[in-house]
């Protein structure tokens, strides 16, 4: 290639990133310095001697200078083109010092994951994500904080966790989300309880005026029911975890309302009953939540996957 003909310079007018070659079109350039043979570099980058000579005369009319000679014996770089090797040399080194760089930052996000998760799925559902994560990610620590929904809000919002897990009916402020699982609340009691050998279901009516062991306010499962009953749910107790309402429940203290995912071992061992209910809405999805515009990344992003596996 040879380029005898007085080039035209481009106006230096735009960002630098329209008038600087890109980072292919310099190693181009580096590989010509080294092995003295377009077609070499051109094998060595792994692409077609035709189109390392297209982007050479493109880097030559980016530049406005005439960069490589070509003869039978090889491929030679002008004076301009020697001086332009040289500053290609120190920006491929510094952009090779940048990935260094940016890779460091990805492995040190990738070491850890921070989770706050709302109780019935911190307790029933996570375990199980975390041990697909970690067949994964071995190398990734995880730490797992349970809360009830607003709290999970809160952590996320603080930048203390990567991903949440929420079960109310509504997404908290300042957060995207997307559904993972649906959930459906159940009336349990224990079996020595009046309503575990009643014949018919229960009306809204009744489990409204009837005081329930609950768990507290700002719970998804509180906020499920309070919508449901159209109103607050009396509370006989509150609770701030699942585990101990169903104690409470077991013991014999009254009814409560809870995740069918939480009392399956209970029902199954009767030490719970389940109380049919007709008129109320129980259901309610389950969701992964992230402060709004920041997508998961990361062992953050594998395990949002590995809830809708």
């Known amino acids: 290639m040879s380029n005898a003909d007085e080039q035209d310079g481009p106006a230096v007018t735009g960002s630098v990133a329209h ?3 890109d980072l292919g079109a310099l190693e181009l350039l580096l590989a010509v310095a080294r092995l003295g043979s377009l077609g070499g570099a051109a094998r060595e ?52 010092a940048f990935d260094v760089g940016a890779q460091a930052l990805r492995d040190r996000r990738d070491s850890r994951l921070r989770v706050a998760a709302s109780m019935t799925i911190a307790e029933y559902l996570l375990p199980g994500w975390l041990l697909a994560l970690r067949a994964q990610r071995p190398d990734t620590a995880v730490s797992l904080h349970a809360g009830n929904s607003t709290v999970v809000a809160e952590r996320l919002l603080s930048d203390e966790a990567d991903l949440g897990f929420v079960e109310g009916l509504s997404v908290p402020a300042g957060l995207d989300s997307a559904v993972i699982a649906h959930d459906r609340l159940i009336v349990v009691t224990a079996p020595g309880h009046a309503w575990a050998r009643r014949r018919r279901s229960l009306y809204a009516e009744e489990l409204a005026s009837t005081p329930l062991i609950l768990r507290e306010e700002g719970s998804g499962t509180r906020q499920v029911l309070d919508a449901a009953l159209g109103g607050l749910a009396r509370p006989l107790i509150e609770l701030s975890s699942t585990t101990a309402v169903k104690a409470a429940v077991v013991s014999g203290a009254g009814p409560a309302v809870l995740s069918e995912l939480a009392v399956g071992e ?36 594998d395990l949002l996957s590995l809830t809708r596996g």
């Open 19 to 21: 008038r600087v070659p």
């Open 45 to 96: 980058l792994g692409i077609t001697q035709p189109a390392a000579s297209s982007r050479i005369r493109s880097m030559e009319r980016q530049l406005g200078v005439a960069l490589v000679d070509r003869s039978p014996r090889g491929s030679r770089l002008t004076d301009a083109g020697a001086l332009v090797t040289d500053w290609a040399r120190r920006i491929v080194e510094a952009a090779e």
């Open 266 to 301: 209970e029902l199954a061992m009767r030490r719970l009953v389940s109380v049919p209910v007709e008129g109320v809405a129980l259901a309610r999805d389950l969701r992964a939540v992230w402060p709004t515009g920041h997508r998961p990344t990361g062992p953050a992003r």
